[in-house]
């Protein structure tokens, strides 16, 4: 017997039409590339999205067809996110910071067809109009009073604001197949070809429904949010659909994403939730702390992307009263796998035991299914000391690459039941609490034993004239591989190797405490923020350590 209830797909349109019809009068506020502070409301962002949506249809742009962006966090991005995703193509962010080679490859394997950008990647599409195959207009997000001389030699170009004022605000979203393909996010792609993930309408709104609960990223209407996380790096984790889903103020960073820039937003806007990963709340921090400010309204940050170090925790906790969410997710999970959401009996511990548990990962959002195995590929329980591969499965989570590319993705259990191996290392604790210890590819492998990075990387951060640390295996002629702690020294901050490696005494098993360290200028960072130890392994592939 089938149940009785109303079948209506799941479609992102809905939460644009609930964000007009319910918090028609919130607000949405963006600092924009022109420079300038803007603002408008829910009400508008519907409208001028109708209006893009009809722009979309006289472009003639058919249903699932690909329309890509180059775009900071701002209002006009969220119109089209809404516009090309509500119209039934396929919204394609790509990220501004990769090669204009990465680029054009991206945007050819997508086949994108309409190229939406900011003024401030005119360079970039300079070098890439002429070279992508498939993209027939490229739209200029701005006014044609912005648009510079130079941007004439783009062939097809448009510009944003003509495109909405020659337009209807008149417009019926289709309905049609929640399964339909909504967004389009490629992996970084710090080993081998970036991969697509194509997300759907029904996997965007389970994924939205999930992000906005209590114990994960905790949003609602009198919340101001202010996704630092680009809407280029996996939907800015959700937040833009969390906005109209929650009728939350949403407030957007443009270009500026320095300490200064941002704090001055946070404060003027009266954010209270705020997310992004490590290495821009170092810049944030160190300015806050360099000029004795302190955040007025700021009640969470959700922290993620890669580990957040237990010492950023306790600076947002102690000195500043932020509560940090570390969170955990892939471009492969919408992102959303878990959130470090406290228990009840977690609230009853010491600030210490506290952190310890705050600096895990965290649990899983309802809605994703997580455990780890051994090399033989056997379930390890919850409890066990030792960590494992992490496998995933659930339905935000990437069933397939697009195009078929790599084969394949999943492992099939007894059951049946296919699960994404994440390609990360982590334990996972009696209440359910994941930590990562590693990525599979950067954990280190001392005398056949695994030592886990990212804690000694933890503890380096955690020294006070270390602005930046990243434990890499250098070659051992015993033990093959031993850990080489590479760090960046904070301005000014004088420090020893031996200062540093005495730090970790007491605080991990002995055998794991680095072999050296060498100082550098900087960490190579990828397009989204995190540490290229790749790039770092291969710079340091000849490293002699101290044998002795
Ligand atoms: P890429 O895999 O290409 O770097 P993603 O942005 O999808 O792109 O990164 C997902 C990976 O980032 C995860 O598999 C994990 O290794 C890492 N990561 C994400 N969040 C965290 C976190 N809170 N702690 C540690 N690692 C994290």
Redesign the pocket.
């Known amino acids: 017997m089938l149940g009785q209830m109303m079948q209506q797909p799941l479609l992102i349109s809905s939460l644009l039409v609930h964000a007009e019809r319910h918090h028609g009068e919130r607000e949405i506020v963006s600092r924009r590339v022109e420079g300038d502070i803007h603002r408008y409301t829910y009400r508008e962002l519907a409208a001028r999205a109708r209006r893009m949506a009809n722009a979309l249809t006289g472009l003639g742009l058919a249903m699932s067809e690909r329309v890509a962006t180059l775009a900071w966090n701002g209002y006009r991005h969220l119109e089209l996110y809404y516009a090309v995703s509500g119209s039934g193509a396929v919204l394609h962010t790509l990220n501004p910071r990769l090669h204009p080679e990465q680029i054009v490859y991206i945007a050819d394997h997508a086949e994108d067809q309409v190229l939406f950008f900011d003024l401030s990647f005119l360079p970039l599409i300079a070098a890439v109009a002429g070279r992508t195959k498939t993209v027939r207009h490229w739209v200029a997000m701005c006014a044609r009073a912005h648009l510079p001389a130079d941007a004439a030699g783009i062939p097809g170009l448009l510009c944003y604001e003509d495109l909405i004022e020659a337009n209807h605000d008149r417009y019926d979203w289709p309905v049609f197949d929640e399964n339909s393909a909504s967004s389009l996010c490629y ?4 080993t081998g070809n970036p991969k697509g993930v194509l997300y759907s309408h029904r996997s965007t709104l389970l994924h939205t429904y999930a992000a906005a609960l209590p114990d994960a990223l905790n949003c609602s209407a009198n919340d101001a949010i202010l996704p630092v996380v680009p809407m280029f ?2 939907n800015a984790w959700g937040l833009p659909y969390v906005g109209c889903m929650t009728g939350a103020k949403l407030v957007f960073p443009g270009p500026a994403l320095d300490g200064k820039s941002l704090y001055e937003l946070f404060e003027s806007e009266q954010v209270t939730v705020s997310a992004g990963v490590p290495t821009v709340w170092q810049g944030l921090l160190a300015h806050v702390q360099a000029n004795g400010l302190k955040f007025s309204s700021m009640k969470r940050t959700v922290i ?5 170090p237990p010492a950023m925790l306790r600076t947002f906790g102690d000195e500043f009263g932020v509560h940090v969410l ?7 999970m919408s ?1 959303l796998g878990t959130v470090c959401s406290l228990k009840p009996r977690h609230l009853q511990m010491d600030a210490q035991a506290r952190y310890a548990v705050m600096s895990k ?1 965290g649990r899983a959002v309802y809605g994703v299914d997580m455990k780890i195995v051994d090399e033989s590929g056997a379930e390890l329980p919850f409890g066990s000391e030792t960590s494992g591969e992490l496998l995933v499965r659930g339905p935000w989570i990437v069933d397939q690459y697009f195009k078929g590319e790599g084969g394949n993705p999943l492992r099939v259990d007894a059951a049946g039941h296919g699960w994404f191996p ?3 290392v982590a334990t996972i604790d009696a209440d359910g609490y994941m930590h ?1 210890t590693d ?1 599979s590819k950067d954990v280190i492998k001392s005398g056949g034993e695994w030592i886990g990075s ?1 804690d000694l990387e933890n503890i380096a951060m955690a020294h006070p004239a270390v602005a930046m640390a990243a434990c890499i295996a250098a070659h051992h002629p015993k033990w093959d591989e031993r850990p080489l702690l590479v760090v960046v020294k904070k301005p000014g901050a004088e420090v020893t190797k031996a200062e540093l490696l005495a730090f970790f005494e007491g605080k991990v098993a002995k055998w794991w405490v680095p072999d050296d360290v060498a100082f550098v200028d900087a960490i190579p960072l ?1 397009a ?1 923020g ?1 540490m290229q130890k790749n790039r770092l392994r291969e710079q340091f592939k000849d490293y002699a350590l101290p044998t002795a």
Do not use: F
């Open positions: 992996t970084s792609g710090t790096h996996v993620g992307g890669s580990a957040c570390h969170a955990w997710g892939m471009t492969e992102p990962q994440t390609g990360d990562i990525r990212i990828g989204t995190k």
